[in-house]
C-alpha cells in the first residue's frame, strides 16, 4: 500500500539530482508533490511530467532559493493547490568551495541564502499549512560532521547550521507530533558531483564502500522518513554517507 497516500509534499531544488529523485519517490509512495527550480524549467517539468505518467500528481514553481520572497510564494502556491502540506523536504543547496582567504563575500552570502536562509523561510512558511503529525525533512551533508579536503568551510558551514536548526527545530515542533530531520549524505552520483569528475578519486579514497551513492538511495531514506513507521524519530542528523565519516 502507498505510505504516502493522501499526503502533499512540497521539495526543493528537483528537476534534477538527489531532488528530482525524493520528488519521484515521494510521488510513488501516494503523495502529491510540488518541486522548485530556479534556471531549468524543462527539466523540471520533465520530472513532473514522469510523475504525472505514473499516475502521480506534481506541479512545478519557479523560485529562486537565494530569494526569500520567492522561497515562500512557492510554499504558498504549493499549499494553495494542495489544500496542505504534509512533508516539507528542504533539498535546494550549492556546493560554496573555497579558501577562506580569498572567498567572495558576495558568494558567501548566497551561500548562506540558499543553503541556510532558504531553509528557515520555506520551514517557517510551510508550518502555517502543516497538519499536526507533519514532516520537515533537510537534506543536510556529512560534511557538517567531517571536513576531510581544504577548501570546503564554508560548505561544512551551511551544513553544520542546517543541522543545528534541526534539533531546536524538533524541540519546538514536537507538541504538535512533527518530525524534523536532517539527511546527511556523504558523495552522491548527481551533476554537481558526478562519479567520474576529476573530484571523484579522492573521494573514493575517503569510503568505506568504493562507490558514490545513487540519488534513489537518498529518496528512498527520505521517504522513510516522511512516512507513519518514523514518527519516533526526530531532531536526527543521519548519516547516508557509504562510511565517510566512519
Ligand atoms: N551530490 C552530492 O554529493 C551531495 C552530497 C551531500 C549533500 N548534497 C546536497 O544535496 C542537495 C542536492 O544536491 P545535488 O547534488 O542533487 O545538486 P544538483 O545536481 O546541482 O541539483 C540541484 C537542484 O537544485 C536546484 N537548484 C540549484 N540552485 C537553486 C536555487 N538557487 N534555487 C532553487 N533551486 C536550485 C537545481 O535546479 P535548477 O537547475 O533549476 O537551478 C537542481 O534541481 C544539496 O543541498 C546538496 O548540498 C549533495
Do not use: C, W
Amino acid at each position: 500500500m502507498a505510505t504516502l497516500a493522501g499526503k502533499s509534499a512540497i521539495v526543493t531544488g528537483a528537476s534534477r539530482g538527489i531532488g528530482a529523485a525524493i520528488a519521484k519517490r515521494l510521488a510513488k509512495e501516494g503523495a502529491a508533490v510540488a518541486i522548485t527550480y530556479s534556471s531549468s524549467p524543462d527539466r523540471a517539468q520533465a520530472v513532473v511530467d514522469g510523475i504525472v505518467k505514473d499516475g502521480g500528481k506534481a506541479i512545478a514553481i519557479k523560485a529562486d532559493a537565494a530569494d526569500q520572497a520567492a522561497v515562500r510564494e512557492a510554499v504558498q502556491k504549493a499549499a494553495k493547490e494542495f489544500g496542505k502540506i504534509d512533508i516539507l523536504v528542504n533539498n535546494a543547496g550549492v556546493l560554496a568551495l573555497g579558501t577562506i582567504a580569498d572567498y567572495p563575500a558576495d558568494d558567501f552570502e548566497r551561500a548562506l541564502s540558499i543553503n541556510v536562509k532558504s531553509v528557515f523561510t520555506a520551514v517557517q512558511e510551510a508550518l502555517r499549512h502543516m497538519p499536526d503529525g507533519g514532516r520537515i525533512i533537510t537534506i543536510g551533508s556529512v560534511n557538517s560532521e567531517r571536513m576531510p579536503f581544504q577548501g570546503g568551510s564554508i560548505y561544512a558551514l551551511t551544513k553544520g547550521a542546517v543541522a543545528s536548526f534541526t534539533k531546536g527545530l524538533a524541540r519546538d515542533l514536537g507538541e504538535r507530533k512533527i518530525t524534523v530531520n536532517n539527511i546527511q549524505p556523504g558523495p552522491v552520483d548527481t551533476e554537481a558531483n558526478p562519479a567520474s569528475g576529476a573530484f571523484a578519486e579522492v573521494m573514493l579514497g575517503l569510503l568505506a564502500m568504493k562507490r558514490y551513492a545513487h540519488a534513489d538511495e537518498i529518496a528512498a531514506m527520505t521517504a522513510y522518513l516522511a512516512g507513519p513507521e518514523a514518527g519516533y524519530i526526530t531532531g536526527a542528523s543521519l548519516l547516508i554517507d557509504g562510511g565517510f565519516a566512519a
